[in-house]
Protein backbone atom coordinates (compact mmCIF):
# COMPACT_ATOMS: atom_id res chain seq x y z
CA UNK A 1 0.00 0.00 0.00
CA UNK A 2 1.52 3.70 -0.49
CA UNK A 3 0.19 7.00 0.65
CA UNK A 4 -2.68 8.66 0.04
CA UNK A 5 -3.02 12.68 -0.58
CA UNK A 6 -4.22 13.25 3.30
CA UNK A 7 -1.54 11.44 4.64
CA UNK A 8 1.13 13.03 2.03
CA UNK A 9 -0.28 16.43 3.10
CA UNK A 10 -0.10 15.47 6.79
CA UNK A 11 3.94 14.74 6.16
CA UNK A 12 4.47 18.13 4.77
CA UNK A 13 2.95 19.43 7.45
CA UNK A 14 4.85 17.42 10.19
CA UNK A 15 7.88 18.49 8.36
CA UNK A 16 7.13 21.94 8.67
CA UNK A 17 6.31 21.34 12.24
CA UNK A 18 9.74 19.24 13.30
CA UNK A 19 11.76 22.79 11.81
CA UNK A 20 9.69 25.15 14.11
CA UNK A 21 12.20 27.40 14.81
CA UNK A 22 14.46 27.98 17.52
CA UNK A 23 13.93 23.88 18.97
CA UNK A 24 15.16 20.90 19.63
CA UNK A 25 18.16 23.19 22.28
CA UNK A 26 20.35 20.12 22.98
CA UNK A 27 21.77 17.05 20.90
CA UNK A 28 18.18 15.17 20.00
CA UNK A 29 16.41 15.25 16.04
CA UNK A 30 13.77 17.49 15.25
CA UNK A 31 10.75 15.64 14.42
CA UNK A 32 7.01 16.20 13.68
CA UNK A 33 4.10 14.10 13.57
CA UNK A 34 0.46 14.37 12.58
CA UNK A 35 -2.53 12.40 13.71
CA UNK A 36 -5.17 12.00 11.09
CA UNK A 37 -8.74 10.22 11.38
CA UNK A 38 -9.64 7.48 8.72
CA UNK A 39 -11.60 10.46 6.29
CA UNK A 40 -7.86 12.28 6.23
CA UNK A 41 -9.10 14.88 8.49
CA UNK A 42 -6.76 16.21 10.91
CA UNK A 43 -6.61 14.71 15.18
CA UNK A 44 -3.69 16.69 16.51
CA UNK A 45 -0.13 17.40 16.09
CA UNK A 46 2.88 17.53 18.13
CA UNK A 47 6.86 18.26 17.77
CA UNK A 48 9.54 17.54 19.85
CA UNK A 49 10.74 20.77 22.09
CA UNK A 50 14.08 19.55 23.06
CA UNK A 51 16.04 16.60 25.24
CA UNK A 52 13.70 15.09 28.29
CA UNK A 53 10.85 16.78 26.74
CA UNK A 54 8.26 14.58 25.05
CA UNK A 55 8.85 12.98 21.96
CA UNK A 56 6.57 14.32 18.82
CA UNK A 57 4.64 11.29 18.82
CA UNK A 58 3.70 11.64 22.41
CA UNK A 59 3.14 14.96 22.40
CA UNK A 60 0.77 14.53 19.67
CA UNK A 61 -1.30 11.84 21.27
CA UNK A 62 -1.68 13.71 24.48
CA UNK A 63 -3.12 15.88 22.46
CA UNK A 64 -5.26 13.30 21.26
CA UNK A 65 -6.11 11.82 23.78
CA UNK A 66 -9.29 8.83 23.31
CA UNK A 67 -9.37 10.46 19.77
CA UNK A 68 -6.46 8.30 18.72
CA UNK A 69 -8.33 5.21 18.86
CA UNK A 70 -7.95 3.72 14.97
CA UNK A 71 -5.68 6.80 13.93
CA UNK A 72 -2.78 7.19 11.19
CA UNK A 73 0.39 8.67 13.11
CA UNK A 74 2.25 10.71 10.30
CA UNK A 75 5.67 11.17 11.74
CA UNK A 76 8.65 12.27 10.50
CA UNK A 77 11.59 9.70 12.00
CA UNK A 78 10.74 6.12 12.99
CA UNK A 79 8.81 5.84 16.09
CA UNK A 80 11.64 4.78 18.66
CA UNK A 81 11.46 1.41 20.08
CA UNK A 82 13.68 2.30 23.62
CA UNK A 83 13.43 4.07 26.99
CA UNK A 84 15.87 7.13 26.87
CA UNK A 85 15.08 10.14 28.57
CA UNK A 86 11.65 9.11 27.78
CA UNK A 87 9.43 5.65 27.56
CA UNK A 88 9.18 4.29 23.88
CA UNK A 89 6.88 5.93 21.49
CA UNK A 90 6.19 2.17 19.65
CA UNK A 91 4.71 1.62 23.09
CA UNK A 92 2.47 4.44 23.52
CA UNK A 93 1.05 4.24 20.10
CA UNK A 94 0.02 0.75 20.50
CA UNK A 95 -1.57 1.70 23.57
CA UNK A 96 -3.34 4.36 22.51
CA UNK A 97 -4.90 2.61 19.84
CA UNK A 98 -3.36 3.82 16.52
CA UNK A 99 -4.02 1.63 13.30
CA UNK A 100 -1.14 3.05 10.87
CA UNK A 101 2.17 4.78 11.30
CA UNK A 102 3.33 6.48 8.22
CA UNK A 103 7.12 7.71 8.73
CA UNK A 104 9.29 9.58 6.48
CA UNK A 105 13.21 8.76 7.77
CA UNK A 106 14.22 5.17 9.12
CA UNK A 107 16.27 6.30 12.69
CA UNK A 108 19.50 5.89 11.90
CA UNK A 109 20.26 5.96 16.29
CA UNK A 110 21.17 2.21 17.25
CA UNK A 111 19.64 2.49 20.24
CA UNK A 112 16.14 3.82 19.76
CA UNK A 113 15.86 1.78 16.26
CA UNK A 114 13.30 -1.50 15.60
CA UNK A 115 10.38 0.89 15.81
CA UNK A 116 8.90 -0.23 12.33
CA UNK A 117 9.27 -4.15 13.00
CA UNK A 118 7.86 -3.66 16.74
CA UNK A 119 4.74 -1.67 15.60
CA UNK A 120 4.04 -4.75 12.90
CA UNK A 121 4.46 -7.10 15.23
CA UNK A 122 1.61 -5.55 17.23
CA UNK A 123 -0.60 -5.15 14.30
CA UNK A 124 -0.46 -2.28 13.45
CA UNK A 125 0.14 -0.82 9.21
CA UNK A 126 3.65 0.53 8.59
CA UNK A 127 4.77 2.43 5.38
CA UNK A 128 8.25 3.80 5.61
CA UNK A 129 10.40 5.97 3.36
CA UNK A 130 8.22 8.77 2.73
CA UNK A 131 9.58 12.08 2.11
CA UNK A 132 12.65 10.93 3.93
CA UNK A 133 15.16 12.88 2.15
CA UNK A 134 13.57 16.15 3.06
CA UNK A 135 13.55 14.56 6.74
CA UNK A 136 16.96 13.66 6.75
CA UNK A 137 17.73 17.21 5.50
CA UNK A 138 16.04 18.51 8.24
CA UNK A 139 18.13 16.44 10.86
CA UNK A 140 21.25 17.04 8.82
CA UNK A 141 23.73 17.16 11.18
CA UNK A 142 22.13 15.18 13.80
CA UNK A 143 21.74 11.90 10.75
CA UNK A 144 25.35 13.11 10.23
CA UNK A 145 27.10 12.71 13.49
CA UNK A 146 24.53 9.47 14.20
CA UNK A 147 25.51 7.55 11.26
CA UNK A 148 29.18 8.93 11.44
CA UNK A 149 29.57 8.56 15.24
CA UNK A 150 31.31 11.96 15.07
CA UNK A 151 29.98 15.66 14.55
CA UNK A 152 29.23 17.36 10.72
CA UNK A 153 32.21 19.55 10.52
CA UNK A 154 31.47 23.42 8.60
CA UNK A 155 35.03 25.07 7.71
CA UNK A 156 34.64 28.64 7.55
CA UNK A 157 37.77 30.68 6.12
CA UNK A 158 37.88 34.47 4.59
CA UNK A 159 40.56 34.88 2.73
CA UNK A 160 41.66 37.44 -0.25
CA UNK A 161 42.35 36.64 -3.90
CA UNK A 162 45.86 35.88 -3.01
CA UNK A 163 44.68 33.40 -0.32
CA UNK A 164 45.75 35.02 2.47
CA UNK A 165 44.02 35.02 6.27
CA UNK A 166 46.32 37.39 7.85
CA UNK A 167 48.07 40.27 6.99
CA UNK A 168 52.03 40.24 7.63
CA UNK A 169 51.68 41.64 11.15
CA UNK A 170 49.00 38.79 12.54
CA UNK A 171 45.79 40.82 12.09
CA UNK A 172 43.17 39.04 10.21
CA UNK A 173 39.66 40.62 11.27
CA UNK A 174 37.92 42.02 9.12
CA UNK A 175 39.15 40.95 5.48
CA UNK A 176 35.49 40.06 4.96
CA UNK A 177 32.41 43.08 4.92
CA UNK A 178 29.86 43.49 7.11
CA UNK A 179 27.26 41.71 5.52
CA UNK A 180 29.50 38.88 4.97
CA UNK A 181 30.26 38.69 8.81
CA UNK A 182 26.68 39.11 9.55
CA UNK A 183 26.24 36.28 7.51
CA UNK A 184 29.05 34.37 9.33
CA UNK A 185 27.16 35.01 12.74
CA UNK A 186 23.56 33.15 10.86
CA UNK A 187 25.55 30.20 10.22
CA UNK A 188 27.13 29.68 13.07
CA UNK A 189 23.99 30.04 14.93
CA UNK A 190 22.82 26.48 12.86
CA UNK A 191 26.05 24.99 15.06
CA UNK A 192 26.33 23.45 17.98
CA UNK A 193 30.00 23.98 18.69
CA UNK A 194 32.59 26.48 17.70
CA UNK A 195 36.01 25.61 17.33
CA UNK A 196 39.58 27.37 17.18
CA UNK A 197 42.89 26.77 17.51
CA UNK A 198 44.92 27.84 20.43
CA UNK A 199 47.06 29.98 17.72
CA UNK A 200 43.78 31.92 16.96
CA UNK A 201 42.83 32.51 20.84
CA UNK A 202 46.52 33.83 21.16
CA UNK A 203 47.00 35.97 18.16
CA UNK A 204 43.65 37.64 17.25
CA UNK A 205 42.07 36.71 21.16
CA UNK A 206 38.08 36.95 19.85
CA UNK A 207 35.55 36.12 21.44
CA UNK A 208 33.88 33.92 18.66
CA UNK A 209 30.01 34.19 20.29
CA UNK A 210 27.28 34.51 18.09
CA UNK A 211 25.66 38.17 18.07
CA UNK A 212 22.17 39.60 16.23
CA UNK A 213 21.95 41.99 13.72
CA UNK A 214 22.48 44.67 16.50
CA UNK A 215 26.14 43.43 16.83
CA UNK A 216 24.44 41.76 20.66
CA UNK A 217 25.23 38.21 21.86
CA UNK A 218 21.77 35.80 21.18
CA UNK A 219 20.52 33.73 24.06
CA UNK A 220 21.46 30.51 22.70
CA UNK A 221 24.87 30.55 22.56
CA UNK A 222 26.97 26.76 20.98
CA UNK A 223 29.96 25.79 22.67
CA UNK A 224 32.87 26.91 22.03
CA UNK A 225 36.13 24.53 21.85
CA UNK A 226 39.53 25.41 22.20
CA UNK A 227 42.14 22.70 21.16
CA UNK A 228 45.68 22.29 21.06
CA UNK A 229 48.49 22.01 23.67
CA UNK A 230 49.73 25.49 23.84
CA UNK A 231 48.52 27.07 26.79
CA UNK A 232 46.47 30.24 26.47
CA UNK A 233 45.68 32.48 29.18
CA UNK A 234 42.69 32.05 31.54
CA UNK A 235 41.86 35.64 30.80
CA UNK A 236 41.11 35.03 26.45
CA UNK A 237 37.97 36.93 25.60
CA UNK A 238 36.84 33.54 24.49
CA UNK A 239 36.30 32.21 27.91
CA UNK A 240 34.14 35.38 29.14
CA UNK A 241 31.74 35.49 26.47
CA UNK A 242 28.75 34.33 27.54
CA UNK A 243 28.13 30.83 26.92
CA UNK A 244 29.89 27.94 28.04
CA UNK A 245 33.70 27.35 26.35
CA UNK A 246 35.70 24.56 26.72
CA UNK A 247 39.64 23.21 26.38
CA UNK A 248 40.38 20.19 24.45
CA UNK A 249 43.66 19.39 25.16
CA UNK A 250 44.66 17.79 21.62
CA UNK A 251 46.13 18.44 18.22
CA UNK A 252 44.34 15.45 17.22
CA UNK A 253 40.99 16.83 14.74
CA UNK A 254 39.59 12.84 15.37
CA UNK A 255 40.15 13.18 19.17
CA UNK A 256 38.85 16.43 19.63
CA UNK A 257 35.76 15.38 17.13
CA UNK A 258 35.38 11.88 19.30
CA UNK A 259 35.68 13.97 22.55
CA UNK A 260 32.92 16.41 21.16
CA UNK A 261 30.64 13.60 20.02
CA UNK A 262 30.81 11.99 23.66
CA UNK A 263 29.43 15.85 25.10
CA UNK A 264 26.28 15.56 22.96
CA UNK A 265 27.85 17.76 19.50
CA UNK A 266 26.90 17.05 16.40
CA UNK A 267 28.03 20.27 14.52
CA UNK A 268 31.52 21.72 14.47
CA UNK A 269 32.01 24.81 13.04
CA UNK A 270 35.51 25.08 12.53
CA UNK A 271 36.96 28.89 12.25
CA UNK A 272 40.54 29.15 11.91
CA UNK A 273 44.02 29.17 12.10
CA UNK A 274 45.53 27.50 9.13
CA UNK A 275 47.39 24.94 11.15
CA UNK A 276 43.86 23.76 12.40
CA UNK A 277 42.44 23.38 9.16
CA UNK A 278 44.92 22.16 7.25
CA UNK A 279 45.44 19.27 10.36
CA UNK A 280 41.36 18.52 9.54
CA UNK A 281 41.83 18.57 5.72
CA UNK A 282 44.73 16.14 5.70
CA UNK A 283 42.68 13.90 8.35
CA UNK A 284 39.68 14.20 5.57
CA UNK A 285 37.19 15.41 8.71
CA UNK A 286 35.93 18.17 7.07
CA UNK A 287 32.38 17.83 5.48
CA UNK A 288 31.54 21.28 3.75
CA UNK A 289 33.38 24.62 3.40
CA UNK A 290 32.03 28.09 3.04
CA UNK A 291 34.91 30.46 2.19
CA UNK A 292 34.57 34.42 1.75
CA UNK A 293 36.93 35.67 -0.60
CA UNK A 294 37.16 39.58 -0.69
CA UNK A 295 38.15 41.08 -3.34
CA UNK A 296 41.46 42.87 -1.91
CA UNK A 297 45.34 41.07 -1.96
CA UNK A 298 47.64 41.65 0.96
CA UNK A 299 50.91 39.80 -0.91
CA UNK A 300 52.10 38.84 2.27
CA UNK A 301 50.88 37.21 5.57
CA UNK A 302 49.38 33.82 6.72
CA UNK A 303 47.59 31.72 3.95
CA UNK A 304 44.19 30.66 4.63
CA UNK A 305 45.38 27.24 5.03
CA UNK A 306 48.77 25.81 6.44
CA UNK A 307 50.75 23.17 4.59
CA UNK A 308 48.95 19.82 2.94
CA UNK A 309 52.39 18.10 2.35
CA UNK A 310 51.43 18.73 -0.81
CA UNK A 311 54.41 18.88 -3.62
CA UNK A 312 52.73 18.21 -6.92
CA UNK A 313 49.37 19.35 -8.41
CA UNK A 314 48.00 15.89 -9.04
CA UNK A 315 47.56 16.10 -5.53
CA UNK A 316 45.79 19.16 -4.91
CA UNK A 317 42.31 18.41 -2.68
CA UNK A 318 39.90 18.77 -5.12
CA UNK A 319 36.38 20.36 -3.48
CA UNK A 320 33.21 20.43 -5.38
CA UNK A 321 31.57 23.48 -5.72
CA UNK A 322 27.92 23.50 -4.57
CA UNK A 323 27.13 27.38 -4.40
CA UNK A 324 28.67 30.63 -4.91
CA UNK A 325 26.78 33.96 -4.66
CA UNK A 326 27.96 37.61 -3.68
CA UNK A 327 27.14 38.96 -0.08
CA UNK A 328 26.91 42.38 0.23
CA UNK A 329 26.97 45.54 -2.31
CA UNK A 330 29.59 48.11 -3.53
CA UNK A 331 33.14 48.23 -1.16
CA UNK A 332 31.46 45.64 0.98
CA UNK A 333 30.69 43.01 -1.56
CA UNK A 334 32.59 39.76 -0.88
CA UNK A 335 31.98 36.41 -2.44
CA UNK A 336 31.01 33.05 -0.35
CA UNK A 337 31.73 29.43 -2.18
CA UNK A 338 30.07 26.68 -0.52
CA UNK A 339 32.35 23.27 -0.70
CA UNK A 340 31.39 19.97 0.10
CA UNK A 341 33.78 16.98 -0.87
CA UNK A 342 33.90 15.73 -4.01
CA UNK A 343 32.57 12.80 -3.02
CA UNK A 344 29.40 14.39 -0.95
CA UNK A 345 28.73 12.41 2.21
CA UNK A 346 25.42 14.16 2.28
C1 LIG B 1 13.50 12.84 20.02
N1 LIG B 1 12.30 13.38 19.72
O1 LIG B 1 10.29 13.28 18.83
C2 LIG B 1 11.68 11.41 18.61
C3 LIG B 1 12.96 10.84 18.89
O2 LIG B 1 16.46 9.28 25.02
P1 LIG B 1 15.80 10.35 24.26
O3 LIG B 1 14.41 10.63 24.68
O4 LIG B 1 16.62 11.60 24.22
O5 LIG B 1 15.64 9.76 22.79
C4 LIG B 1 16.31 10.24 21.71
C5 LIG B 1 16.15 9.31 20.52
O6 LIG B 1 14.80 8.97 20.28
C6 LIG B 1 16.60 9.97 19.24
O7 LIG B 1 17.98 9.80 19.04
C7 LIG B 1 15.80 9.27 18.18
O8 LIG B 1 16.50 8.10 17.78
C8 LIG B 1 14.52 8.83 18.88
N2 LIG B 1 13.30 9.59 18.48
N3 LIG B 1 13.81 11.61 19.61
O9 LIG B 1 14.30 13.48 20.65
C9 LIG B 1 11.37 12.73 19.04
N4 LIG B 1 10.73 10.73 17.95
ZN1 LIG C 1 10.17 8.37 20.67
Avoid at 28 to 44: H, K, Q, S
Avoid at 187 to 196: F, M, N, T
Avoid at 209 to 236: C, F, I, K, T, W
Wanted: net charge negative; hydrophobic share 45%; proline share 6%.
Amino acid sequence: MTTTPAEQAAMRRALSLAATPGVPLGPNPRVGCVLLADDGTEIAEGFHRGAGTPHAEVAALTEAGDAARGATAVVTLEPCNHTGRTGPCVEALIAAGVRRVVFAQRDPNPVAAGGAAALQEAGIEVEAGVMATVARGVNRAWTFAVEHQRPFVTWKFATTLDGRSAAADGTSRWISGTDARRDTHTLRAECDVLLVGTGTVLIDNPQFNVRDELDQPVEHQPLRAVMGEREVPADSRIFDAPGEALRLQTRDPAEALKQLYAAGRQHVWLEGGPTLAAAFLKAGLVDEIYAYVAPTFLGAGANAVGDLGITTINDQLRWHLKRAGVIGTGADATVRLTLEPAKAGL
